[in-house]
C-alpha cells in the first residue's frame, strides 16, 4: 500500500487523474502514476493524511458523489488567492495555469469566468467550470512555489495555518453542499399560504399583497404600485409629504394612514419575491436545500452562497427547516464574537480580562466604562469597530478609548493604514486589497459623501473598511480553524454540518449525538481561540439549542 504525508493529484485530459507523493521540497518524490477513476485513487490511499490538488470545489464533490471523504486537503489556487492578496497583488489572475505563467515568466492567462447558479440548476451545480488542466510536474512546481513563497510572508507560520484553515473550509463547504440543509417543503407551502394567502393564476401577486396593495391606495385616494419605490416617493409628496426613500426607519417616522399596510406589503412582499414558490421549486429539491455554499467568497473571508440567499434564511421561513425524524438540529452562535476577537488581536489588557469570560462581554463593559449602560457600551464597542466617530459615536469612543487604550489603537492604526492606501491584514494573514486611484467604495467598500470629492471619499471608505477589515477577517480565520476541528470531531459520528454563516453553524445529527456535538462544538471554539491567536485568556462561548426545527432556537 502506498504512504506518505503528501500526494499531489492532477486531473488529466481523460478524466482520469496523475498522482505521485511529495517531498519535503514539494516536488515529486516517486514516479508519476496514473489512475483511471480519481475516487478510486484517493480511496486505494488511506493514509495519505493531505492531498495537494487545484481545486477543492471542481474535484471534491465529485469524490464525495462516490463516497469517498478526505481528511485534509491543500487548495492550490485558493492558496494562490491568499499569497497573490499578501503580494500586494489581488485581483490578478487567480488560476494554477497563472501561477505557473508567473512562474516561468510567460505571459498569464485570465481566469475562466465564473459560474453562477440558476434557478433550477442544482443537479448542474457541481460540474466544473472550463479550467486548464496542468500536468503533475507542472502543478508541482506550482505548489512548491507557493511553500517558498509562504516563507516570505511577514508571518510565516500564521500564513501557512490561514492557507490550510481555508483549505479545509473548501472541504467543508463542499461536504455541506453535499449534504444539503433539511427542508420541509410541505411546512414552507403552509407558512406562505398563512402569510401571503392563496396564489392567482398566472404568476401575479398572492392575495394577502393584493389586499395590502389596495389599502396602500385608498390610503392614497389613486392607484399606487407599493412594489415600486418611485411610486410610493411621488405618492407621499403629492399628500404633502417629503421622504427620500422608502426605507423602513423613515416609513416609521410619518403620520398617514399608508404607513402601516405599506410596511406590512414590504415585509411580505420580499418574503415572496425572495423565498415564494417559485423560490421553493427551484431550490429545494429531495428534502434538501443546498444553496452552494462557497467558502472565502468575500474580502474578509466570510462565506458567501452561489444562490438561493442561502446565508439570509427569514425567521418565520425557518420553520420549514426541520430535523429528519430522529434527529435534531444543533444550532449555535457565538457569543459577541467581534468584540473578543479585537481583544485576542489587540492583546490589550483590560478588555482580554473582560472576554474571558463567558458571561454577557457588553455588559462587563459598560461596567467598567459606561456606568452599567449595556447599551451604551454595545454602540461604543460596534462603533469602534465600524467606524462610527461621529456625533454620539464620538463620545462613546472616547469613554472606550480611555479604559481600552490599545484595542481602540488597533483598529485606529488599521483606518489609518488603509486611508493611505497601505496593505492591512488580519491576525493571519488575510489581506485587505489596497486603493486604486478611482476607489469610491468597490469590492465591498462603503460609500461615503457622495458630495465629497472622489479621492477624499475612497480613502475615507477604505480606511472605515480596513478599520473593520482587521476584526471581522480575523474572526473569519477564527472560524475557519473551529470548522475545522468540528468536522474532525464529527468525522465518526453520522452528525452533518449543514450550515454556516459568520458566527452561526448547524449540526444535523441523530438524537442521541447531540451531546456530544454540543461538547464538540465548545471545544473547537476553544482550540480555535488557540491555534488562532496563540495563549491568551479570551474566550470564544457559544449559546446552543439542540431542536427539532431551526425556528425553534431563536
Known amino acids: 500500500m502506498d504512504t506518505a504525508d503528501r500526494w499531489l493529484l492532477a486531473e488529466a485530459e481523460d478524466g482520469g487523474v496523475d498522482v505521485a507523493p511529495l517531498g519535503p521540497d514539494g516536488l515529486p518524490a516517486a514516479p508519476v502514476r496514473h489512475e483511471a477513476d480519481p475516487a478510486e485513487a484517493v480511496r486505494r490511499r488511506p493514509d495519505v493524511t493531505r492531498w495537494v490538488w487545484r481545486s477543492t470545489a471542481e474535484l471534491y464533490p465529485r469524490l464525495l458523489a462516490a463516497g469517498v471523504r478526505v481528511e485534509r486537503c491543500y487548495d492550490i489556487e485558493d492558496a494562490e488567492t491568499l499569497l497573490l492578496g499578501h503580494e500586494g497583488r489581488s485581483g490578478s489572475p487567480r488560476s494554477a495555469a497563472a501561477a505557473l505563467a508567473r512562474l516561468r515568466g510567460t505571459p498569464v492567462p485570465p481566469d475562466p469566468p465564473q459560474r453562477s447558479a440558476a434557478p433550477g440548476a442544482q443537479p448542474l451545480l457541481f460540474e466544473p467550470r472550463p479550467a486548464a488542466r496542468l500536468s ?25 495555518l490561514l492557507t490550510a484553515s481555508e483549505s479545509a473550509g473548501m472541504l467543508v463547504a463542499a461536504e455541506m453542499n453535499h449534504a444539503g440543509l433539511p427542508w420541509r417543503a410541505d411546512v414552507h407551502r403552509e407558512v406562505l399560504h398563512g402569510l401571503l394567502g392563496e396564489r392567482y393564476a398566472g404568476g401575479g401577486e398572492p392575495r394577502r399583497l393584493a389586499e395590502l396593495a389596495d389599502e396602500v391606495s385608498a390610503a392614497f385616494g389613486r392607484r399606487v404600485r407599493p412594489d415600486l419605490p418611485a411610486d410610493v416617493v411621488k405618492a ?17 417616522s410619518l403620520d398617514h394612514p399608508a404607513v402601516r399596510p405599506l410596511l406590512e406589503y414590504k415585509r411580505l412582499y420580499r418574503i415572496w419575491v425572495a423565498h415564494g414558490w417559485s423560490w421553493l421549486q427551484d431550490w429545494v429539491r429531495d428534502g434538501r436545500f443546498r444553496p452552494e455554499f462557497q467558502a472565502g467568497g468575500t474580502v474578509t473571508g466570510r462565506w458567501v452562497t452561489n444562490g438561493g440567499g442561502g446565508l439570509q434564511i427569514p425567521k418565520v421561513i425557518r420553520r420549514a427547516v426541520v430535523a429528519d425524524p430522529g434527529w435534531r438540529l444543533v444550532v449555535a452562535d457565538a457569543d459577541q464574537m467581534e468584540p473578543r476577537v479585537l481583544a485576542a488581536i489587540s492583546r490589550d489588557p483590560g478588555l482580554m480580562e473582560v472576554a474571558a469570560r463567558e458571561t454577557d462581554l457588553y455588559q462587563a463593559v459598560s461596567d467598567r466604562a459606561f456606568s452599567g449602560d449595556r447599551a451604551q457600551a454595545k454602540l461604543a464597542v460596534l462603533g469602534a469597530v465600524y467606524g462610527q466617530t461621529s456625533g454620539d459615536g464620538l463620545k462613546n469612543l472616547a469613554a472606550l478609548r480611555r479604559r481600552f487604550p490599545r484595542a481602540v489603537a488597533y483598529v485606529d492604526d488599521a483606518a489609518r493604514a488603509g486611508e493611505e492606501g497601505r496593505l492591512v491584514r488580519t491576525w493571519l494573514g488575510r489581506t485587505c486589497p489596497p486603493a486604486t486611484e478611482d476607489d469610491t467604495g468597490e469590492a465591498g467598500l462603503p460609500q461615503d459623501d457622495p458630495s465629497r470629492p472622489a479621492a477624499t471619499t475612497g480613502a475615507r471608505a477604505r480606511g472605515r473598511f480596513a478599520r473593520n477589515f482587521v476584526v471581522q477577517g480575523s474572526a473569519a480565520d477564527w472560524s475557519l480553524l473551529l470548522l475545522a476541528a468540528l468536522r474532525r470531531t464529527c468525522a465518526p459520528l453520522r452528525a452533518e454540518l449543514v450550515f454556516f454563516q459568520h458566527d452561526e453553524v448547524i449540526v444535523h445529527c441523530p438524537r442521541e449525538e447531540a451531546s456530544t456535538v454540543v461538547d464538540a462544538i465548545r471545544d473547537a471554539a476553544t482550540l480555535a481561540g488557540r491555534l488562532t491567536f496563540g495563549e491568551t485568556p479570551v474566550r470564544f462561548p457559544f449559546t446552543t439549542a439542540v431542536v427539532g426545527c431551526y425556528a425553534e432556537a431563536k
Open 236 to 252: 407621499f409628496a403629492q399628500a404633502g409629504i417629503r421622504v427620500r426613500s422608502t426605507r423602513r426607519w423613515e416609513l416609521e
Open 136 to 160: 503533475l510536474p507542472d502543478l508541482a512546481a506550482v505548489y512548491a512555489g507557493q511553500q517558498r513563497r509562504h516563507g516570505l510572508t511577514e508571518h510565516p507560520d500564521r500564513m501557512r
